[in-house]
């Protein structure tokens, strides 16, 4: 495969997933501002957009949820931004139109098209829907209409490095304001685990038990263990090379190292240190799509956080 056409489907399998995920990450804390009236909105903003890897406010401007709205929703130009994601998906089902299927061009194309340019306070919630329903169509069509060739590996590698990464800022959300932050239950349904959760552990949420699901569950796919897990077997499945002795492969020496920590260090450990170890799983996440860029993309800087649309 073309390291051109390579690099595209890894990037648009990261665009979709860190469009939903930032969906689901601002509906879960823009709902909560809404309701929470002895929330500090300013520093839970100010926050929020550290946690998302956005441009940090100038000393004295006053942010607001409709600042971290404009910024991280519909700002085309920012990086960290769902339209900025969407469009970026787009760009890069164009580049590798010739492998691309018609379905998920249509459903990238037809998303790009009706993205609104602003967007109110009050119809922040349709919206995030909106956006999880097109990022799980996209995803959706290339499930259903792609072979597991190196194509469906590619972009399955990108999606599984940028779910792991995104699970990990949202359970880092959940210390940014202990005493009235998001719940467990909160973040569960955000997630799409809160049944997946009952069916598993029947009962209550727990701060043990969610952060055991949504970090070390092996069989719910939005965990950071499964997300890290696929992204390893993608990862063999393309270079199927093995070592006699240790691992060669810096990419999937960053993986297992980061798989291995989590699974073999006590989760009440993990849950006193978790901003921690969520920073470490976001820092692994970027090792290893830097590695991979040097492996398999050589030719081109990586297009993660730089404006490449015209």
């Not at 051109?4 to 648009?12: G, N, V």
């Not at 796919?221 to 993608?234: D, K, T």
């Amino acid at each position: 495969m073309l390291s051109r056409i390579a690099e595209s489907l890894f990037w648009i399998g990261r665009y979709i997933e860190r469009s939903d995920g930032t969906a689901r990450i601002l509906d879960v804390h823009l709902q909560l501002l809404l309701e929470d009236p002895w929330i500090d909105e300013e520093t839970a903003c100010r926050s929020l957009l550290s946690v998302m890897g956005s441009a940090p406010a100038e000393r004295g401007e006053v942010i607001t949820r409709e600042d971290v709205l404009a910024r991280l929703a519909v700002d085309r130009s920012n990086p960290s931004s769902i339209a900025y994601a969407m469009t970026a998906a787009r760009e890069n089902a164009r580049r590798a139109r010739e492998i691309v299927s018609t379905e998920l061009w249509e459903t990238l194309n037809t998303t790009g098209a009706r993205m609104p340019r602003r967007l109110q306070t009050d119809k922040a919630h349709d919206f995030f829907e909106w956006v999880r329903e097109r990022a799980v169509l996209a995803a959706g069509v290339v499930d259903s209409s792609t072979s597991r060739d190196e194509s469906w590996q590619f972009f399955t590698l990108g999606r599984s490095i940028e779910r792991a990464d995104m699970t990990a800022r949202m359970l880092a959300t959940r210390s940014l304001t202990e005493a009235s932050g998001p719940s467990w239950t909160t973040i569960l349904r955000s997630c799409g685990a809160y049944e997946a959760y009952l069916r598993t552990y029947r009962g209550m949420p727990s701060a043990r038990n969610a952060a055991e699901l949504l970090l070390l569950d092996r069989l719910f796919p939005r965990s950071i263990v499964y997300s890290v897990a696929s992204a390893e077997n993608c990862m063999s499945a393309i270079d199927p090379r093995t070592d006699r002795v240790g691992h060669s492969n810096t990419v999937l020496r960053a993986l297992g190292q980061i798989r291995n920590d989590l699974e073999y260090r006590p989760i009440s450990e993990i849950l006193g240190e978790l901003p921690r170890y969520m920073h470490r799983v976001q820092k692994v996440t970027r090792e290893a799509s830097e590695a991979i860029r040097q492996r398999f993309f050589p030719t081109q800087a990586e297009p993660s956080w730089i404006g490449e649309i015209s």
